[in-house]
C-alpha cells in the first residue's frame, strides 16, 4: 500500500529543519516532504513571501499531485489558502499553532498586537541565534526539559540558515496583513487542529474559531504545550497526525 503523502510548513522566521525531530517519527506512515517556505530556502524568490496566495502558488510546483498539509503558524495560514485555491490538491490539512488572523482588532480578540511582531522582526533580524533560543524557550510549554528541547530544536534550525532581513520582512507583512476567516466555510478538506493550552502567541480562542468554522474539523487541545506544540512531546504529537494514513 502507498504511504500518503504529507507536506510540511514552518512558520515565520525559521524554516524546514524545525520539523527534523516530527519528520522522523512520521515517515513509517507517510512519504514526508519537509519545505521552506518561498523565500526563506531561496532568497531569489523573496518576493513571493509577501502575500499568503504568492507563497501557496510557489509551493504547489514543489508538491505530490495530492497530500495532507501540515501547517505550523504561518505555515497553517499558507496551508489554509491552499485548501481555499487548489481544493484537488489538498487531501486533509493538520493546522498547529494557526489562526485566521494573527493581528488584533476591533473584531478579532484572539490577535496580537501589531507592534509585537514588528518588535520581534526587528529582534531576530539584529541577533537571530539568540532570540530564536529564547522564543523556542518560550514556546515550548509547561515541559520539564524545555530548555534542552529549545536548545536542541535550535540546532536542528540553524543548520538550515537563518532568512535574510527581506525575507523577514515580506513574510511578517503576509502575517500581519492576511484575514482568512471569510474563507474558511468554504474549506470542506477533514482538518485536525492541534493547539497548547499555554500558547502564547496565539490564543487557543483562535483554534476553537476554527473548528466552529471549519465544517470538517476536529480540535485537541494539548494541556502542556505551547506555541510549537510539536516540541513539547513528539510522540505524542506524531500520533494525532491521522488524517489519510489509513489505519
Known amino acids: 500500500m502507498n504511504k500518503p503523502a504529507l507536506v510540511l510548513l514552518h512558520g515565520w522566521g525559521v524554516n524546514r529543519c524545525v520539523w527534523n525531530t516530527v519528520a522522523n517519527r512520521l515517515r513509517h506512515r507517510f512519504r514526508v516532504s519537509a519545505l521552506d517556505l518561498p523565500g ?8 513571493d513571501a509577501d502575500n499568503l496566495t504568492a507563497m501557496a502558488m510557489n509551493l504547489l510546483t514543489a508538491v505530490p499531485r ?14 489554509l489558502r491552499m485548501a481555499k485555491l487548489a481544493p ?55 515541559v520539564a526539559h524545555a530548555r534542552r528541547v529549545a536548545r536542541d530544536l535550535g540546532r536542528h534550525i540553524a543548520r538550515c540558515g537563518a532568512p535574510t532581513g527581506e525575507v523577514l520582512d515580506a ?55 505551547g506555541h510549537a506544540a510539536f516540541i513539547s512531546d513528539p510522540d505524542a504529537f506524531a500520533a494525532l497526525i491521522d488524517l489519510g494514513a489509513g489505519e
Do not use: N
Open 40 to 47: 526563506y530556502g531561496d532568497p531569489s524568490v523573496a518576493r
Open 88 to 142: 484537488g490538491r489538498v487531501t486533509g490539512l493538520v493546522l498547529v499553532g494557526t489562526t485566521p488572523r494573527f493581528v488584533a482588532s476591533p473584531d478579532w480578540e484572539h490577535g496580537v498586537e501589531a507592534h509585537q511582531l514588528t518588535k520581534f522582526a526587528a529582534d531576530l533580524a539584529a541577533d537571530y541565534e539568540r532570540t530564536l533560543g529564547r522564543f523556542l524557550l518560550l514556546q515550548a510549554g509547561r
Open 171 to 225: 513574510s511578517l507583512h503576509a502575517l500581519v496583513s492576511a484575514d482568512l476567516r471569510s474563507e474558511l466555510p468554504a474549506i470542506r478538506a477533514p482538518v485536525r487542529i492541534i493547539h497548547g493550552q499555554f500558547d502564547r502567541l496565539v490564543s487557543p480562542g483562535a483554534a476553537r474559531y476554527l473548528a466552529r468554522r471549519l465544517p470538517a474539523a476536529e480540535l485537541t487541545v494539548l494541556p502542556d504545550a
Open 66 to 79: 495530492q497530500a495532507v498539509w501540515l501547517g505550523w503558524s504561518l505555515g497553517g495560514m499558507v496551508a
